[in-house]
């Protein structure tokens, strides 16, 4: 098969397409003929030799695909209402810039009615992550207000539409006046411009002084004291990422005193049982929405497959609404 390996951890240009043989589905586990495979950051991080792969994943970068089922455990696809010839996208520790790939039956979902293959290949590593962090870590209700910092990025993007439809309010942290008009075109009620306004001061008039519920962070560094000032009493943030740096200083009373929650986790090397308890929510509450078209996949750019490179540089770039895909 043709896959895009890392020659050595650098920039864009150490993606470089080889071949490699065929991998093989084991016990739970099927091979996806893929379609396409969508970019992430831990990519980027992975290509510069900051994140590696978990024990026993592949070392080729790639969490996301989407494809046909070519082979795999039949008694698990059969479990799982899947069966060889199925159109999938799935969550995966690795190896997903490639033909084929491996995936566990669990961490598959069918390709939503109606959205090609290539949109399809843009949901599993956002969606999996705001769900998990969002819904379950944070326990976003409805009726309450979540603040996204970085909401025209993949992860933004479907928070802003998961928690819309499920009846919060958002708010959301953008880089420039066109990034922010595009989070509102999504359902975001309030679009701050970090460069040019305080986020703590707009989210604190937006909800009249009484802060937000929840916060999804993925910069950590000096927002996270920012943080503690922005929520409401009983307010939870959650830091998925620390591109603001791992250092942080904050009023530890305001924790005590107004009952705060500052969390974080990663998805990637967590259990195959905690990944299949996210696909099963997945299914049932936020697939339905997309097959009635009330969440979408959002699209920034879709470049041959070969083309990684390009795609690593775009991402870095910054200048991306969505998710960048690549397709075979």
């Given at each position: 098969?043709?896959?895009i390996?890392i020659?050595?951890?650098g920039?864009?240009?150490?993606?470089?397409l080889?071949?490699?043989?065929?991998?093989?589905?084991g016990?739970?586990?099927c091979?996806?003929r893929?379609a396409?495979?969508?970019?992430?950051?831990p990519d980027?991080?992975?290509?510069?030799?900051a994140?590696p792969?978990?024990?026993?994943?592949?070392?080729l970068p790639g969490?996301?695909v989407?494809g046909t089922?070519?082979?795999g455990?039949?008694t698990?696809?059969a479990?799982?209402?899947l069966?060889?010839g199925d159109?999938?996208?799935?969550?995966?520790a690795?190896?997903?810039?490639?033909?084929?790939?491996v995936?566990?039956?669990?961490?598959?979902?069918?390709?939503?009615?109606?959205w090609s293959?290539?949109e399809?290949a843009?949901l599993?590593e956002?969606?999996?992550?705001?769900?998990?962090?969002?819904?379950e870590r944070?326990r976003?209700?409805?009726?309450e207000?979540?603040l996204?910092h970085?909401g025209?990025?993949?992860?933004?993007v479907?928070?802003?539409?998961?928690?819309?439809?499920?009846?919060?309010?958002?708010?959301?942290t953008v880089g420039?006046?066109q990034?922010?008009?595009?989070c509102?075109?999504?359902?975001?009620?309030l679009?701050i411009?970090y460069?040019?306004?305080d986020?703590?001061?707009e989210?604190?008039?937006?909800t009249?002084?009484?802060g937000?519920d929840?916060?999804?962070d993925m910069?950590?560094?000096d927002y996270?004291?920012?943080?503690?000032d922005?929520?409401?009493?009983?307010?939870?943030?959650?830091?998925i990422a620390v591109?603001?740096?791992?250092?942080?200083?904050?009023?530890?009373?305001?924790?005590?005193?107004?009952r705060?929650?500052?969390?974080?986790?990663?998805?990637r090397?967590?259990s195959?049982?905690?990944k299949?308890?996210?696909a099963r929510?997945?299914?049932?509450?936020?697939?339905?929405?997309?097959?009635?078209r009330?969440i979408?996949?959002v699209l920034y750019?879709?470049l041959?497959?070969?083309?990684?490179s390009?795609?690593?540089?775009l991402?870095?770039?910054?200048?991306h609404?969505g998710?960048?895909?690549?397709?075979w």
């Amino acid at each position: 098969m043709k896959a895009i390996a890392i020659s050595q951890p650098g920039g864009p240009e150490v993606l470089q397409l080889v071949e490699r043989p065929d991998p093989v589905a084991g016990v739970g586990e099927c091979l996806i003929r893929v379609a396409a495979y969508g970019i992430n950051r831990p990519d980027v991080l992975q290509r510069e030799g900051a994140y590696p792969p978990p024990p026993g994943a592949s070392d080729l970068p790639g969490l996301e695909v989407a494809g046909t089922i070519e082979a795999g455990d039949v008694t698990a696809l059969a479990a799982a209402g899947l069966r060889v010839g199925d159109a999938v996208c799935a969550l995966v520790a690795g190896g997903g810039y490639a033909e084929l790939c491996v995936a566990p039956v669990a961490q598959c979902l069918p390709v939503p009615a109606g959205w090609s293959l290539a949109e399809a290949a843009s949901l599993p590593e956002t969606f999996f992550t705001v769900w998990s962090n969002v819904f379950e870590r944070a326990r976003l209700q409805p009726g309450e207000t979540l603040l996204v910092h970085g909401g025209s990025s993949g992860i933004g993007v479907t928070a802003i539409q998961i928690a819309k439809a499920l009846g919060s309010t958002v708010l959301v942290t953008v880089g420039h006046a066109q990034k922010a008009e595009a989070c509102r075109a999504l359902g975001a009620d309030l679009a701050i411009n970090y460069r040019d306004q305080d986020f703590v001061a707009e989210a604190k008039a937006f909800t009249q002084g009484r802060g937000v519920d929840v916060i999804l962070d993925m910069v950590a560094g000096d927002y996270v004291a920012r943080n503690v000032d922005c929520l409401a009493e009983d307010g939870r943030a959650v830091i998925i990422a620390v591109q603001g740096g791992v250092k942080a200083s904050f009023d530890a009373g305001q924790v005590l005193r107004r009952r705060l929650t500052i969390t974080g986790s990663t998805l990637r090397p967590r259990s195959l049982d905690f990944k299949a308890g996210i696909a099963r929510a997945l299914r049932e509450r936020v697939w339905p929405l997309l097959e009635r078209r009330l969440i979408r996949p959002v699209l920034y750019r879709q470049l041959p497959a070969d083309q990684a490179s390009a795609a690593h540089a775009l991402m870095e770039s910054g200048e991306h609404v969505g998710k960048i895909v690549l397709s075979w």
